[in-house]
């Protein structure tokens, strides 16, 4: 059953309603923790991929 654009409309607008929408201050510290996670793994990629290149090159001179 296709629905009208007017029907669709006044459903998009009941929907919008029940939403709960985030304080400024969740959204804040949501943002901060995203921000957070994202250096911490950074971090750890840049520290493993520095040891896998040690490993790497120490296991290619082992034959110089």
């Known amino acids: ?6 029907e669709y ?11 709960t929408w985030p304080t400024r201050k969740e959204t804040f510290v949501s943002s ?3 921000l957070v996670m994202a250096v911490l793994a ?15 090159r120490a296991l290619l001179n082992i034959g110089v």
């Open 1 to 6: 059953m296709a629905t009208s654009p007017a």
């Open 9 to 19: 409309i006044r459903q998009v607008r009941q929907e919008v309603a029940r939403v």
């Open 32 to 34: 901060m923790m995203v």
């Open 42 to 56: 950074a971090l750890f990629f840049l520290f493993v991929d520095n040891v896998v290149s040690w490993l790497v």
